[in-house]
T-cell receptor
């Protein structure tokens, strides 16, 4: 079964440092997403990306965050200057098309900001 | 924006009993409703979903019902087994370019052997 792959699985960074989280979506999928989950809480939407541009973003996705699809296969989330409250599990997801078809989550990157 | 409420937050049942988890949503434009099972430290895994053009869907021991008028949907698990123990999340989405999922707060299901 096709998978969404995320690297690294765990990242520890100093407060104020930049981090890049990487994702390889399923190859024939057209929609890409980032979500985050603070420990013990619900999954929260960050951003969706379609046709090489952001299609929707939440209030969490402020100027510190950016996304990119640099080479047609990777999909990255950059946090420019990390804060302690950015510590969470970050999930990438992709879907084949709209209306939820093939919506699949990656295994996540646990980001710890110290 | 969309708001999804989920109840109960914890649910404990005996093995073999049924479990029901309920969600309500606020945006009447929502038309896709997935349910995810999440084990500790793992990704959310889709277990069943329903689109607004149907009222009920069943897959073996799992069923989901949707009431669009009342804006609520429910997950039913019959003949529960200890391996069903996990956190379950409902979500709602509108079929548009964003396709964002709004998640409920989660239900921790514990199935006692």
């Amino acid at each position: 079964e096709p998978e969404v792959t995320q690297t690294p699985s765990h990242q520890v960074t100093q407060m104020g440092q930049e981090v890049i989280l990487r994702c390889v979506p399923i190859s024939n999928h057209l929609y890409f997403y980032w979500y985050r989950q603070i420990l013990g809480q619900k999954v929260e939407f960050l951003v969706s990306f379609y046709n090489n541009e952001i299609s929707e973003k939440s209030e969490i996705f402020d100027d510190q965050f950016s996304v990119e699809r640099p080479d047609g296969s990777n999909f990255t989330l950059k946090i420019r200057s990390t804060k302690l409250e950015d510590s969470a599990m970050y999930f990438c997801a992709s879907s084949e098309r709209a209306w939820g078809y093939g919506y699949t989550f990656g295994s996540g990157t646990r980001l710890t900001v110290v | 924006g969309e708001n999804v409420e989920q109840h109960p937050s914890t649910l404990s049942v005996q093995e073999g009993d049924s479990a029901v988890i309920k969600c309500t949503y606020s945006d009447s434009a929502s038309n896709y409703f997935p349910w995810y099972k999440q084990e500790l430290g793992k990704r959310p895994q889709l277990i069943i979903d329903i689109r607004s053009n149907v009222g009920e869907k069943k897959d073996q021991r799992i069923a989901v019902t949707l009431n669009k008028t009342a804006k609520h949907f429910s997950l039913h698990i019959t003949e529960t087994q200890p391996e069903d123990s996990a956190v379950y999340f409902c979500a709602a989405s509108i079929d548009n370019a964003g396709n964002m999922l709004t998640f409920g707060g989660g239900t921790r299901l514990m199935v006692k052997p």
